[in-house]
């Protein structure tokens, strides 16, 4: 079993920065590709990015690339997301998940049914 935890969501001003953390507890973190999602209210999940356990260049959305950027710690078992230059439209619950993609690729890695598993997701507000 694995479980997914996401911490540091809150509310921030346009153009500010935020980093998410994941942590990810079970067995064989290292055999998991762990994607980031959101959410926001009367919208559908939406990919946002997901990094593989070799390396190999994270996969971005285009309405994130150039401002998000996810890394992972296999020796603490966490995937960051930082955020920088955060804009209203970026308002929304952001989920971490983990999964065994049989293919990396970016339409892979933004298909949320290619995980598993899910956290809980953590609320990220950004004021204009």
């Known amino acids: 079993q694995v479980q997914l935890v996401e911490s540091g969501g809150g509310l921030v001003q346009y153009g500010g920065s935020l980093r998410l953390t994941c942590l990810v507890s079970g067995r064989d973190f290292k055999s998991y590709e762990i994607g980031w999602f959101r959410q926001a209210p009367g919208k559908e999940r939406e990919f946002v990015g997901a990094i593989i356990w070799k390396d190999l260049l994270p996969y971005y959305a285009s309405a994130v690339n150039g401002r998000f950027t996810i890394s992972r710690d296999n020796a603490n078992n966490t995937v960051d997301l930082r955020m920088n230059d955060l804009r209203p439209e970026d308002t929304a619950v952001y989920y971490c998940?983990?999964?065994?993609?049989?293919?990396?690729?970016?339409?892979?890695?933004?298909?949320?049914?290619?995980?598993?598993?899910w956290g809980q997701g953590t609320q990220v507000t950004v004021s204009s």
């Open positions: 998940a983990a999964g065994t993609l049989k293919y990396w690729n970016f339409g892979a890695a933004g298909d949320p049914n290619n995980y598993n598993y």
